[in-house]
Structure formats: C-alpha cells, structure tokens
C-alpha cells in the first residue's frame, strides 16, 4: 500500500465533506436531533397515569384506599365517575388509561374477614403502560391491604401479624431503573450507524455521477488504498462524533459512565469500521448517490433499531429474528455500550462481542474491498 | 381540466408501475417491515433467565423455587452453589433474575418470623426489569399469604384468617397485553407516512432536477391541476398500503379489527392530505433528490419518534408533547388503535378526525402557494 496515494484521496475526500453542506449537516445536524429525540422522547419510566375512580360503596374504607392511589406519585386521579358508561367513556376516549373500581360490598367483605377485591379497569392498547401501572397498582393495593391486616390485629389485641418470606429486592447496575441510562448509550450506536454508512455510501457513487470515476481508474491508485483512502477521513469523523454524542450522554443526559475510555475507544473504532465499510460496500454496488444513499439509511435505521436490543430485548424474540439478529453488528456494539456504561465492565468481560464484532469488521472490510472493481463496465 | 388531471395521473401510475424495481421497493419493504415489527417489536416479558442459590435445603425453600420454575415468566438456567457464581451469572447477562434464599429461610418461617428472600434484579434493560419485578412480587407475594395463612391457622386455629384485599385486573381491548396488538395496525402510520412523502417529494423534485418540469409547465395544464395529478396517485397508493397492512396484520398476525373499516378509511383519508401536504412542501424547498432524501429524514424521523407509535407520549417532556399535537401521526394512531383494538366511532374520534383535517387543509394550503410560487 503505497502511503502517499492514500492520503492524496483522503485529502480529497475531506476537502469534498467540507464544501458539502449536506455532509456537514449530516456529520453535525443528525446526532444532535438523534440525541436530543431520543434521549428526550424515549421515555419508559411510566409516571402520573392518568386514571378514574368508580367508588361504588362510599365507605371510609373505600375511601382510604382511594386515598392511597390518591398519594401514590404513579397515579393521577383525573376523574371521580359514578357509573360504569362514565368509566367506559373515559377508557374510550384515552381520558383514563386505568379505573379503579370498588365494589358495592368492599367494607362489609373486610369486616367479615374475607377476601375483599378490587377491580382494576386498564386500557390495555399500550400493553406496556397497562402492565406497568397494573404492577404499581397492586402495590398500592398490597400495602393497604397490609395496613387493613395490622389495624384489625391491633383491634383485637393480638400481635401484629408477620409477613412471611418478604422479598427483599437489589436492582443492579441500574439501581432506580431509569429507561433513558439505558437508552441512552444505544442511540449512540444509532447515530454511528447511520451517520457513518451514510457518509461513505456516497464516495463511490459521487465519483460514478459526476464521470469522475474513469479518472480515478487510470490512475495506479489499487483497491485496497483506494478503500483506505476514503474510509480513513471517515473514521476520523466518525469518532469525533462518537465523541460528541458521549460527552453529551455523560454531560447532558447524565447517564452513568463507570468503565473506562480506553474500552469505548476499541470498541468504538471497530464499529465504526463495519458500519463505515457497510456504507462503502453499497456505495461500491450502487452507482447513483440517491439509490446509494436510501440502501444505507434502509440497511442501518431500521435493524438498528428493532434488531439490536435497543428498545426491544432480543431475548423475547422468535428463534428465527433472533437469529437474524446475530447479522446486525450494532447487537454487538449495543451490548458492549451498555455493558461499559451501567456494569462498568473491561476487556475481559467482552472478549465474545468484541471478538464477533471484529470478525464482523474483517469480512465487511474484504467485501467491500472487493465489491469496487477497477473496470468501467 | 378533469381530462389534463387524469392524464397526468395515468402517467405518474404508469411511471410507477412500469419499473420492476419501483414495484417491488412498492411491497417488499412493507411487508418486511410488518413481519418485523410484528414479531420483534415486543415489550412482552416471558422466560426471564433466572439463577437460583439455596442455601436453606428445605421443603419451604424449594416450595419457593418451584413457583418460580412453574411460571412460564421466569426459566431457571442456573442453579448456583456460592454467591459468587451468581455475581458472575448476573456480570455475564446469563442470567437477569437472580433468587438467593439464605440458610435458616424454612426455620424463620415456621417461627413466625419475617423469612426474607433476596431478589436480585439486573437492571440495564429498565423495562424488562421493571416488569420482571413486577411477577416476582407476585410469585412472591402469593407464596407469603399462603405460608401466612398456614401459620395463622396453625397459631390460632380458632380465629378467622386476617382480611386480604387483593386487585382484580380487567384489561381492556388487549387482554393478554399482546405487543403485537399494539405495534402492527401502527405501522400502517409509519409507512404510509415514509412512503407517501418520500414518493411524493421525490416525483416531483425529480422532475425538477431533469428539467422535464418546464416542459410540463408550458403545457396548458394549471398549478392546481398539476398538483392533484401528482397527489392523486400517491393518495392511491397510501390507500392501498393501509389495505395490504391491514390485511397482513388481520390474517396473519390475527389482530382483532373491531371497529368500522369506514371509519378507518375516513381516517387514513385525512391523515394522507397531510401527509401528500408534507410531500408537496419539501418538494419546494429542495432541488436536487439529495436534498430532498435528506430533509425527508430530518422531517420524517422526529414525527415517528414524537407520535406514541412505540413510546407513550405522556411520559415525554412538556415541549415535546406540545410539538406531538401539531404531529399528524399521533393523531392518526389513536385513530388507527381506536378502530382496530377499542371498537370506537366517530362520536369518540371526532376530536382527532377534526385535528387530522386542520392539519391537511393548512398543510395542503400552504404547500400549494409555495408550490404555485416556486414554479413562477
């Protein structure tokens, strides 16, 4: 490989990026909107439900339960219905995502010791919210139910009743399970995907659309310094906006860094060679920059999102997606993010991801070194 | 006029159509889209990796596992023997779940004392933490009112077990919290809208940029007419996409489709003028294709994001869910879900049918005197 050729390319090639204002948008603009979108609006943490309450009874119990859903910081009551087309309305229209129903005999059912149980109306169209507010539900109704049991034992002068094998719960690594600490470190390795294949997608086709190509053929420039050339300026920018995006993750998003830079360094600079060469290959099969350009954002955007882990977990997929997922290399780089930024973990802990994502960088690298074939035809 | 307009569709259709490429970049990625969303998009949480260290040995200790074992919430991949190979099951993402029951559990229990078992919970993916947890509880807490049942009348045989209440759940249109239910009939927004607007900016950028605009534009054909030649067939075709979503999502994905189809296409209707309004704007804007494939992005990505398609828009910040109210798409999934899952009418959707049309007409409106003055 002959060095100086490959910096006369690249040279070229950053003089190109330069005058580009719509490279320049695309190397600035685009992780600034994703951070600022995703780190914003991506937001798991399921707060002030809104729900209803259908009171049936109108007993001081049931309205100390009422009370408890009142005080939870989950909750939000918005409205206080007295029949079921009121709670029907609400739920239909989106006003209440939850109604809370008690039934007419709930104080007497307690006094005779039974079972008393309350309804819990959810609108279950966001599966998600509807599962959660349901958990944090029966937590409320499992402390009242607690405080009912205490104040009767008291009554009758008995000991407090004990409750046996209690849980006591550890959350590791993300101790206040806080979705955006967790969001956060994938769309980093969104915004490399996308921003870096889409600027090397357009290197090749650039020179294909404006004739420029049969130029560079007649010069002895050969594929692999030619690959070398254009990837290298990328590369730089690319970690320069990987950079960008963790200061803005640790600094402004203050998601928790614990593992060391070093760690992100290597792992970042293999992602960005697979997710460079990715671009690079399409820019060699594709000779237009907008066909080129579309394949990329169509072979990035999409698996990066859905097929990494990013937002849905890999282990509830079928067999077969997850299978596929293991073609996706942002899956690799996303679990090393996540692993260095929460578990603060090292080399050691990655040695199967990092080894599959340098495989990854090595068959892509020969593609598309391959892919570009110095003949007109 | 009624025949210049028909000519002009009839050549965007056939313009359309002709290409095998175009037709298949039509239904290849659509579909592709459907079926992963349909099968990967998925909040669900079913066989969490569970390790479990025991190091009581008793019947009550097992009793406690064994519950954990039979619900199909939780797998046991691990049994551990120290507290170290759980730290390192959890380090290694082998396991999410961790149950660690110390020695001495089954002794405390009978005695009537608090008997507590750790829970530890991995908690990167918040999510699936969050609901992880939310079983455990109840496995845990279901197991404690038994054991607390069983000592009561053990301990006073001849009082009545201390009251319980307990909640009932009834969810509503969705009741086995099925993701898929949620995500597929949305997907129909997400595409018609990448869709339509890139099909619509580039149609008509693309003829800008070959110069075959100006010929155009010296026919006798008007501004007017010339627009709705080119939105008519993509209105067609973001019809036709809902259709072939829909009908993936019914027969294959067997979501229910509750409500009135009429309804439905009234809505799709008014959420494809903005959309074709979005289309027509960027067009007159941009020059090149490239330009127009790049604003499309920065267009097209904030108004998946900001719409509730995957993430509740409640939870966002205020000014975020202030710009998701002039965002069709949040507007047209509540259409989409209240026909498919709830079964709902106009007489409930008449304030988003309402949004949806305010929206078009000004989008519509305004793309139409841009569109008028970029051609003078």
């Known amino acids: 490989m002959n060095r100086r050729r490959v910096k006369a390319i690249a040279w070229k090639e950053i003089i190109q990026v330069w005058r580009d204002p719509r490279s320049l948008m695309v190397v600035l603009l685009m992780p600034l909107m994703q951070m600022a979108l995703l780190g914003y609006g991506v937001n798991l943490d399921i707060k002030h439900v809104t729900i209803c309450t259908f009171d049936r009874e109108g007993s001081q119990e049931s309205e100390a339960l009422m009370k408890a859903f009142q005080a939870s910081p989950y909750f939000d009551i918005v409205e206080t219905e007295h029949d079921y087309d009121a709670v029907?309305?609400?739920?239909?229209?989106?006003?209440?995502?939850?109604?809370?129903?008690?039934?007419?005999?709930f104080s007497e059912d307690l006094a005779a010791s039974n079972a008393a149980s309350v309804q819990a109306i959810l609108d279950a169209t966001d599966d998600n919210t509807a599962n959660i507010a349901l958990g944090y539900a029966q937590s409320v109704v499992g402390?009242?139910?607690?405080?009912?049991?205490?104040?009767?034992?008291?009554?009758?002068?008995?000991?407090?009743?004990?409750?046996?094998?209690?849980?006591?719960?550890?959350?590791?690594?993300?101790?206040?399970?806080?979705?955006?600490?967790f969001i956060i470190p994938g769309v980093v390795a969104l915004v490399l995907a996308l921003v870096g294949s889409q600027l090397t997608s357009l290197?090749?086709?650039?020179?294909?659309?404006?004739?420029?190509?049969?130029v560079l053929v007649s010069t002895p420039v050969t594929r692999m310094e030619l690959m070398a050339g254009k990837i290298l300026p990328y590369f730089?920018?690319?970690?320069?906006?990987?950079?960008?995006?963790?200061?803005?993750?640790?600094?402004?998003?203050?998601?928790?860094?614990?593992?060391?830079?070093?760690?992100?360094?290597?792992?970042?600079?293999?992602?960005?060679?697979?997710?460079?060469?990715?671009g690079y290959f399409i820019s060699a099969s594709i000779r237009s920059q907008i066909g080129a350009s579309q394949i990329a954002l169509v072979a990035t955007l999409l698996p990066t999102t859905l097929l990494s882990g990013f937002a849905f977990p890999i282990d509830q997929m079928p067999p077969i997606i997850q299978g596929i997922t293991y073609l996706v290399p942002a899956r690799y780089y996303f679990a090393i993010l996540k692993a260095v930024f929460l578990k603060g973990s090292g080399l050691g802990d990655l040695i199967a991801p990092i080894a599959l994502l340098a495989l990854y960088a090595a068959i892509i690298g020969l593609l598309a070194a391959r892919a570009f074939r110095k003949t007109l035809g | 006029m009624l025949g210049r307009?028909?000519?002009?569709?009839?050549?965007?259709?056939?313009?359309?159509?002709?290409?095998?490429?175009?037709?298949?970049?039509?239904?290849?990625p659509p579909l592709i889209q459907v079926i992963i969303f349909g099968y990967a998009a998925t909040f669900e949480v079913y066989h969490v990796?569970?390790?479990?260290?025991?190091?009581?040995?008793?019947?009550?200790?097992?009793?406690?596992?064994?519950?954990?074992?039979?619900s199909r919430r939780f797998d046991i991949v691990e049994t551990a023997r120290t507290p170290a190979d759980i730290r390192t099951a959890i380090d290694r993402s082998d396991a999410v779940v961790a149950i660690v029951i110390e020695a001495g559990f089954a002794e405390e229990l009978r005695k009537g004392a608090s008997a507590p078992a750790q829970v530890i919970v991995d908690g990167t993916n918040s999510n699936t933490a969050l609901i992880a947890l939310g079983y455990v509880g109840q496995i845990v807490s279901a197991y404690a009112q038994d054991m607390a049942q069983d000592l009561s009348r053990r301990l006073h045989p001849a009082q009545p077990p201390p009251p319980t209440v307990t909640l009932e759940q009834r969810p509503w249109y969705n009741p086995d919290y099925n993701s898929r239910w949620f995500f597929v009939p949305g997907v129909i927004a997400t595409l018609t809208l990448v869709m339509v607007v890139n099909l619509t900016s580039f149609a008509?950028?693309?003829?800008?940029?070959?110069?075959?605009?100006?010929?155009?534009?010296?026919?006798?054909?008007?501004?007017?007419?010339?627009?709705?030649?080119?939105?008519?067939?993509?209105?067609?075709?973001?019809?036709?996409?809902?259709?072939?979503?829909?009908?993936?999502?019914?027969?294959?994905?067997?979501?229910?489709?509750?409500?009135?189809?009429?309804?439905?296409?009234?809505?799709?209707?008014?959420?494809?003028?903005?959309?074709?309004?979005?289309?027509?704007?960027?067009?007159?804007?941009?020059?090149?294709?490239?330009?127009?494939?790049?604003?499309?992005?920065?267009?097209?990505?904030?108004?998946?994001?900001?719409?509730?398609?995957?993430?509740?828009?409640?939870?966002?910040?205020?000014?975020?869910?202030?710009?998701?109210?002039?965002?069709?798409?949040?507007?047209?999934?509540?259409?989409?879900?209240?026909?498919?899952?709830?079964?709902?009418?106009?007489?409930?959707?008449?304030?988003?049918?309402?949004?949806?049309?305010a929206l078009g007409v000004v989008l519509l409106a305004a793309s139409v005197l841009r569109f008028r003055k970029s051609l003078d």
């Open chain 1, 88 to 105: 029907k309305r609400a739920i239909d229209r989106g006003r209440c995502k939850m109604a809370i129903v008690i039934p007419p005999d």
């Open chain 1, 143 to 181: 402390s009242f139910s607690g405080t009912v049991q205490l104040s009767r034992t008291q009554s009758l002068g008995q000991e407090p009743p004990v409750a046996p094998a209690v849980a006591q719960y550890r959350v590791w690594f993300n101790e206040d399970l806080v979705s955006r600490d």
């Open chain 1, 203 to 214: 290197t090749l086709s650039r020179e294909w659309e404006r004739g420029t190509m049969e």
């Open chain 1, 236 to 278: 730089f920018i690319g970690l320069i906006d990987a950079a960008l995006c963790l200061v803005i993750a640790v600094f402004w998003f203050e998601a928790p860094f614990r593992g060391t830079v070093a760690t992100l360094f290597l792992t970042t600079s293999l992602y960005l060679i697979v997710v460079l060469g990715l």
């Open chain 2, 5 to 28: 307009i028909a000519s002009l569709v009839l050549k965007e259709f056939l313009q359309l159509l002709r290409d095998p490429q175009a037709r298949f970049r039509l239904v290849i």
């Open chain 2, 49 to 70: 990796s569970t390790a479990v260290l025991d190091l009581d040995h008793s019947q009550e200790s097992r009793e406690l596992i064994a519950r954990f074992a039979d």
């Open chain 2, 204 to 357: 008509i950028v693309r003829e800008r940029e070959v110069g075959t605009l100006e010929q155009i534009m010296v026919t006798p054909i008007r501004p007017l007419e010339f627009i709705l030649g080119k939105t008519i067939p993509f209105f067609c075709v973001g019809l036709a996409l809902t259709a072939l979503i829909a009908g993936v999502g019914t027969l294959w994905f067997e979501i229910p489709f509750v409500g009135n189809p009429l309804v439905l296409l009234l809505g799709t209707s008014l959420y494809l003028l903005s959309v074709l309004g979005i289309g027509l704007l960027i067009s007159t804007v941009c020059l090149t294709q490239q330009q127009a494939f790049a604003t499309n992005f920065f267009v097209v990505n904030p108004a998946f994001i900001l719409s509730g398609f995957s993430f509740p828009i409640f939870t966002m910040p205020v000014f975020m869910q202030w710009l998701s109210t002039i965002n069709p798409m949040s507007y047209y999934l509540i259409v989409i879900r209240g026909t498919f899952l709830k079964g709902v009418g106009l007489s409930v959707l008449w304030p988003q049918m309402l949004a949806l049309a």
